[in-house]
């Protein structure tokens, strides 16, 4: 369970992040919809995981995304830096948080099942 220190600079990465990737990094690999899910800060406060989900409009746009913002790495730890009030700056670790796109892809299937089974129901020739 972690610590309040281990959440009040977890919301700070967060919020820091998002504000680089939206406002601070110009790099034109950059497309679609990005947002920070979740932040893991590790016990020692040395090192976060940073999850990020990505809407982009193809799998080669997303990818290309987060190459982007894992090249940027080192531009978003000083930011973040910047804003931390803490001796060590954590070491950033981005990962690609799926969760968001399974979500929706799961909500397609039922709105789809769903159109199915009331054009099945309305249906007068069964």
């Known amino acids: 369970m972690p610590t309040r220190r281990q959440e009040k600079v977890a919301r700070v990465i967060r919020e820091v992040v998002s504000d680089v990737v939206a406002n601070h990094l110009n790099d ?12 893991e800060v590790a016990a020692d406060l040395r090192n976060a995981d940073v999850y990020l989900s990505i809407l982009a409009s193809d799998d080669s746009a997303r990818s290309r995304t987060f190459a982007a913002i894992t090249h940027a790495r080192s531009r978003i730890q000083s930011f973040l830096a910047e804003a931390l009030e803490s001796k060590f700056c954590p070491v950033l670790r981005f990962q690609e948080d799926t969760q968001f796109r399974k979500t929706l892809e799961v909500m397609k299937l039922i709105d789809q099942v769903a159109s199915e089974r009331q054009s099945k129901d309305t249906d007068p020739q069964e």
């Open 28 to 39: 034109p690999r950059i497309t679609g919809f990005v947002s920070v899910t979740r932040v």
